[in-house]
């Protein structure tokens, strides 16, 4: 299986900026596309950012649009979300996902076949 280990989340106050990443295991990232999730307590886990396998195709959640840029290094078997002017509602864990049965960015969940543990990303105001 694909192992999807997240990092660089921690605390950061409102209108600043964070990195996070996701390191994926295996061979076949280059085939993956990837996607970006967040689960804030007492919520539903939500979609925030996709791109494709290639890297040419990519979705971003209405909420984090023009603040959020997900991207992908395949030579590092690694994908990136950039989070500018962070807002407190943006707290969450975040999680990555793999999928090897989409090629192009997919916002939908059921669609991802490998998750991470998640990485804590905390805004205080």
């Known amino acids: 299986q694909v192992q999807l280990v997240e990092s660089g989340g921690g605390l950061v106050q409102a209108g600043g900026s964070l990195r996070i990443s996701c390191a994926a295991s295996?061979?076949?990232?280059?085939?993956?596309?990837m996607g970006w999730f967040r689960q804030a307590p007492g919520k539903e886990r939500e979609f925030v950012a996709s791109?494709?396998?290639?890297?040419?195709?990519?979705f971003t959640a209405d909420s984090v649009k023009g603040r959020f840029t997900i991207s992908r290094d395949n030579a590092k078997n690694t994908v990136y979300l950039q989070m500018n002017s962070l807002k407190p509602e943006d707290a969450a864990v975040y999680y990555c996902?793999?999928?090897?049965?989409?090629?192009?960015?997919?916002?939908?969940?059921?669609?991802?076949?490998?998750w991470g543990q998640g990485t804590q990303v905390t805004v205080s105001s």
């Open positions: 295996g061979r076949s990232f280059s085939y993956y596309a």
């Open positions: 791109i494709s396998w290639s890297g040419d195709s990519t």
């Open positions: 996902a793999a999928t090897v049965r989409y090629g192009s960015a997919t916002v939908h969940a059921h669609h991802y076949d490998y």
